[in-house]
Each structure stands twice: as structure tokens, then as C-alpha cells.
């Protein structure tokens, strides 16, 4: 301190200083230095007790001087300077507003997981509730039944432990002969116990192993229909997750069980393998992501477009460039901000949420955006979240400070033999993911790279990637049925079948689903780059549409055979599909595609050339409904 102060105080003026800092220490909950007294230097000033002056070599004051000092700044610097922050835990500052949360915990961020990890569960379940019996149910497009049987044929005809390895499901433990209600049983628990944890924040282990076990059970049992990436995704973001929770306890903020940053590690190394694994892929992949042009084509090319698409699609080609830049920006340099401390972490964070949720407005990937914002909130602690929180006497933001407190106090929780246990699972749980991930790093790091598969049968480690390669035009199949007794004739009238959201009827307008997601008309996105031999799933819905199936037309948005006789026949048609121009004379009728004819998929077929074929493969044979 240097200057004058409180001019004609003398000793009184220093004992009100005295008192003060003293009353500010107990109010902190600061303690005084053994044998050290909280009494200010009091030095007299050249008129001899006129105020108080520090000399110019003043010894340095310890922990009992703190208090007083600041008190002189105060009266020094006047009434306008901001008070000192309160110390971690208190309730609020000198100023009635909320303190602080302090950096390093995660008590609020194992919450915010929690709850979008059971968001995620809850849509993928959904989905499942919905779908599973039209595609892998008793009558379904692919049965589950069949394709376990298949499995244990190979391994013997018995289920036996490579089995189980092969294909880990409880539907082993289940009687096969009521498939549709084991599936609908699986994904109900599924809801009821994602729904408990998104409304709640609150779980425990028992609960995220039992989401994990249920989802896994479907996953390996839904062959082509469960392909997509961010299967895999899921069941590793929710076997992370299950550590995330103590054993038992059900409770937002279980005292005993802070937030292991192994875990938090977990999956921020996740996130990490995420990003980079699908910026290499891009890199070597597709010539039009080192051109910088892929984004001409991705919007119109996609899976599922949404309205959103069209017009992006018609962007100028500098913010097509520009696009293509910022995503090797975040896909392949911003994911090391990962290890460059706490403020770069936050920053990744930050970055990769934004670029999810511009993926979620410009396209329906189903819920994988989403699943992908999961592990990016681990980089997030609680000071960060804080403000997603309320404060107030009670609330979770309250009870973390408190926790704060105690922990500075050195009062946290005490050491027992659980939290000794606990400490070896997290251990062992860091070693599991290191070994794990050797083959993923060999293959991110190979010329060779795979992207979307699994080395173990659990799927806990995983190697990841989006869009290696652009389609630059975008082919649709149409199914079509007609009622005429001569599929050639020339005057037969075809009808088309429209589904939920791929590209159909040119005037209709693109979907807005996500995260929902619509198996059938992304396993059509795919078939129209293969021929039906290579989707012979087609096929069987193709019999199906020939005896007008409930069952399978509830997958579709219209059947234009409803209240009607089944179509005769049914055949696939090979279209290649272009956004209209906006303002153009297509969109003036009304039109956001404009579609021509390339050819036949498949030629016209009636129930009676299917017979065999569904025979064949011990498939039911669809009758008239």
C-alpha cells in the first residue's frame, strides 16, 4: 500500500480497520495463522500518527494481513471499485449476486451427459418400438428368428458360447416362437427406463447397463437394418456412461460418487476418434474433398434432404468452398484442442456442438448429430455449465457449490472401501478403452482406413467416419403397382407407392425428421446404388405390397391401393431426382424435384413368381388382406 489514508484517524481509524478485517475473515470462513496476530502495520506518517503509509520495503504480510489490506484498498480506492470474488463454495458475494462455480469439477456435467445420452436412447428406442417388427419381427423384411437360426446352425446347431460371442442378444434367453412381443417387451423397458433418466437426471449403474444391454441386444440381431454407424456410436457413448454413475444410488448429486475423470476422458477421447476418424476419411476418399467441391453435391445427394437442403444446395460456390474448409478445420485440426489444457478443451466443446447442430438444420442423419453432441459436453466442467443451471437456495447449483466448499475445506467425502473399489473399476475401465483402441489408432493411422466398424463383439471401441465419398447425382427407387391383368400393356396404369421421407411425388416437400429416423427409406437410398440381387429385402416387400400387408405398408406414407384389391403387379423404376430451381418455372408448379427415368430396377412381378422365391429363403408367403 502506498499513499494516505483516512486522514486524522490514527489508532482509532486502524482498530475499525482491524475489526472489519477481521469480521470479513470469519464471514469467508478463513482461519488465522497460528501465532500470528490479524493487526495491520501501522506506520506513522511524516506529521506524525496523520494517517497510515506503507514504507517502501514493507515486510510481506502473511495470511493474517489479507483481509486488512483490502479493507485499506477499499477506503483507498473509493466506494465504486468491484468487491473481491467470494471464495469457492459460498453461497453468494459481497455484492448479493451468486457465486461462482469453480473450475475443475463435474458434478453438473455428469447431469447435462445423463440427460442427453437418455435423449438419444429414448429416440433410438422409439425407433424401435415403431419399426422392428415390420423389418426384423416374425413377418418382417428380414426375421431376427431366421437369422438366429442361421447363426446357430454355423456354430453346431446349439447355442453355444461362440454363439452368444458371435451374436450377443438376450433374445438367446427369450422364446423365439413370440418374436414380435420379445421386441416390442425389449424396446418398451428400453423408454420407460431412458424416459426415468431424462426426466429425472438421475441414474445409476444398474440402469444405464440395462439401456445398454437392451440396446445391444437389437443392434446384433438387426442385421442390415442396424448397420448405420451411429449404432455403434451409442452402445460406446453408453458403455462409458455406465461409469458415469455410483452402483446403487439414484440421486442427481451422489456425494459419495464424484464424477471419475477417467470417464470424462472416455469420452473425450471419443469425440476425438469421432472427428478425426471422419476428417481422414474424407482426405483419402473422395477427390472432391481435397478440391474443395464436395459440398456442390452433398445437400442434393444425401440420404434424406430437408427443406433446409434445397436451398443450401443453391448456394454461391465461395460458401461451398468455404464450408468445405471449416469442416477440415474441425473435423482434423480442432479435435487436438483436446489436450491443450482447460480453455482450448471448452473451446473444442464449443465448436463441435455448433458444427452438430448445423449438421441437424441442413440434413435428417437420423439422431448420429445428436449422439455426437454427447461425448463433446464432456469438455465442458461445472464452472462452464453453470449458467444452464438456476441458483437459489436448494437447486443442484447450490448443493455443487456447497460440495465446492467442503472439498476446499478438505471435508469432501471420506475415503472408504467402496471409493477404493470405485477407483479400481475406473482404472481398469482406462486400461480396457488403451487396449481397445490399438487396432482403431492402426487403422486411423493406415492408407487403408475402414470407417464404421467394430473389432470386438461388444462394439465398446470403435473406429467412425461420414462420408468418404460424395454421390455427385442422386438415383431413387420408385415401387409401383398396377391393376391391370397385363403388366406390358401399354395402357396399364402404374400408381406409385410414396414412404415416409425419401424422395418421391416431385411436389412434395422434403421431410424435417431428425432425430427421428426412417430405417426403410435409408436402406432405399442405398439400394439405388446397387442392384435388387444385392437387397433382396426388396424384393420380399415387393410380395408384401402384392397383398396389400398392413404390416409393411405402415412403413409407407401412402398406398395407393388402399381401400382397393392388391395391385396385380409390382415393380421397381430407376429414377435420377435434381432440386428444382427456387423461382424457377419447376418450383412455380410446385415442383422441388425434377425427376427422369432411367430404367427398370425390377421387372413387373405377381405373387405367383414370388412363390419360390419366399420358399426359398423361408420366408412366410404374404397372402390378400
Known sequence: MNGRVGRGRGCTGSHALMRRGLAERAATGQELAPGRRAWPQVWAGPRGGAGLAAPRRMRRAGPAMAAPRESLRRRKAGAGDPEPEAPPGQGRDLKGRPARLRAGTFWLTRIVLLRALAFVYFVAFLVAFHQNKQLIGDRGLLPCRAYLQSVQRHFGGRVSWDALSYAPTILWLLDWSHMDANLDALALLGLGISSFILVSGCANMVLMAALWVLYMSLVNVGQIWYSFGWESQLLETGFLGIFLCPLWTLSALPRGTPTSRVVMWGFRWLIFRIMLGAGLIKIRGDQCWQDLTCMDFHYETQPVPNPVAYFLHRSPWWFHRFETLS????????????????????????????????????????????????????????????????????????????????????????????????????????????????????????????????????????????????????????????????????????????????????????????????????LMWFAAFQTYEHNEWIIHLAGKLLANDAQALSLLARNPFEGRDPPRWVRGEHYRYKFSRPGGRHAAEGKWWIRRRLGPYFPPLSRQDLRGYFTSREWPYPEPE
Open 327 to 522: 469442416n477440415h478445420f474441425l473435423e482434423l485440426v480442432v479435435p487436438f484442442f483436446i489436450f491443450l489444457g482447460r480453455r482450448m478443451c471448452i473451446v473444442h466443446g464449443a465448436l463441435q456442438v455448433l458444427f452438430q447442430v448445423v449438421l441437424i438444420i441442413s440434413g435428417n442423419l437420423s439422431f448420429l448429430n445428436w449422439l455426437t453432441i454427447v461425448p463433446s459436453l464432456a469438455c465442458f466442467d461445472d464452472a462452464t455449465l453453470g449458467g444452464l443451471f438456476p441458483s437459489g437456495p436448494g437447486r443442484l447449483k447450490d448443493q455443487v457449490l456447497k460440495i465446492q466448499e467442503e472439498e476446499t475445506r478438505g471435508a469432501g467425502a471420506p475415503r472408504t472401501r467402496g471409493s477404493v473399489a470405485r477407483g479400481t473399476v475406473n482404472l481398469a475401465l482406462g486400461i480396457l478403452v488403451a487396449w481397445l483402441s490399438i487396432p482403431v489408432v492402426l487403422n486411423l493411422l493406415s492408407p487403408r482406413q475402414v470407417m464404421n466398424s467394430s473389432f470386438n463383439p461388444l462394439r465398446i471401441v470403435n473406429t467412425y467416419g461420414a462420408f468418404g465419398s460424395i454421390t455427385r447425382e442422386r438415383t431413387e427407387v420408385i415401387l409401383q403397382g398396377t391393376a391391370s391383368a397385363n403388366a406390358s400393356a401399354p395402357d396399364s396404369a402404374w400408381e406409385d407407392y410414396e414412404f415416409k421421407c425419401k424422395p418421391g411425388d416431385p411436389r412434395r416437400r422434403p421431410c424435417l425428421i431428425s432425430p427421428y429416423h426412417h430405417r426403410l427409406d435409408w
